[in-house]
C-alpha cells in the first residue's frame, strides 16, 4: 500500500509541539490508472476504421492482356447528376443501341436490376452462407466457394463508369452495391463519348 508518512519521531517535551503523523493512500488512484489503461486499450480495438479492397491494374501497362467483354454478358452502369444511375445491357449492335433505363441507389433501384442479372450467384451465395452460419463448413472452406461461384464463367461483367457531375459518394455506394449482391467481376473504366450519347435524352 503506499502512503506518506510525515511523522516527526519526537515525542514529548517542553516547548516542542506535538506533530501529528499524515498518510495518505495512493492505493485508489494506482487502481484508477489501470482502469482507464484498460479503458483505453478496449476501446482502441473496438475501432477498427472500415477499408474496402479493390483490385487495381497494372500501371506499367494497362492495356496488356485486358479481356474483351462478351455483349451479352455486359451490364454496364454509369453514375450521372442529382444521385442518378443510368445502366443498360449490352451494347449497339447492327445500328441498335440497347434499352438505358435510369433508376437511383434504393433497395428497388440498382441493386434490384444488378441482382436481376446475377441471381444465380446471389442465390448459390446465400446457401453457402447458411452452412457457415450453420458451422458446416469453416471459414476457410466458405471463402473458396464463394469464390468459385463468383468467377464463373456464366457470371456478369458490370463496367462502372462515372460522369464528370457524379460524386466520390456515388462511386462508394455503387461499389457496395457490387458487394452485396455477391458481384465477382467488376471494373472501374472511363466513359466514353457512346456511353454520353446513350444518357444524353434522358438527363434533363
Known amino acids: 500500500m503506499a502512503e506518506l508518512n510525515t511523522d516527526s519521531g519526537k515525542k514529548g517535551g517542553k516547548g516542542h509541539s506535538k506533530k501529528l503523523s499524515t498518510r495518505v493512500d495512493l492505493t485508489p488512484m494506482v487502481d484508477l490508472g489501470f482502469l482507464l489503461i484498460t479503458f483505453f486499450m478496449l476501446t482502441i480495438t473496438l475501432s477498427k476504421p472500415q477499408t474496402m479492397e479493390i483490385s487495381m491494374p497494372d500501371n506499367k501497362d494497362p492495356g496488356k492482356d485486358q479481356p474483351k467483354v462478351k455483349a451479352s454478358k455486359a451490364m454496364t452502369i454509369i453514375l450521372g447528376e442529382n444521385d442518378k444511375v443510368y445502366y ?61 461461384v463468383k468467377s464463373a464463367k456464366n457470371g456478369p461483367v458490370v463496367l462502372l463508369k462515372a460522369t464528370d457531375k457524379s460524386t466520390y459518394k456515388n462511386l462508394v455506394d455503387i461499389l457496395d452495391e457490387m458487394n452485396i449482391c455477391n458481384v465477382g467481376k467488376f471494373a472501374i473504366v472511363d466513359i466514353t463519348p457512346l456511353d454520353l450519347e446513350f444518357i444524353k435524352p434522358m438527363v434533363k
Open 88 to 148: 443498360y445491357f449490352g451494347t449497339r449492335e447492327k445500328g441498335i443501341d440497347p434499352k438505358i433505363e435510369v433508376t437511383d441507389f434504393s433497395p428497388e433501384g440498382i441493386r434490384k436490376a444488378i441482382l436481376l442479372r446475377n441471381d444465380s450467384a446471389f442465390k448459390a451465395i446465400k446457401v453457402i452462407k447458411k452452412d457457415k452460419d450453420a458451422g458446416i463448413i469453416n471459414d476457410s472452406v466458405y471463402k473458396k466457394r464463394v469464390s468459385l
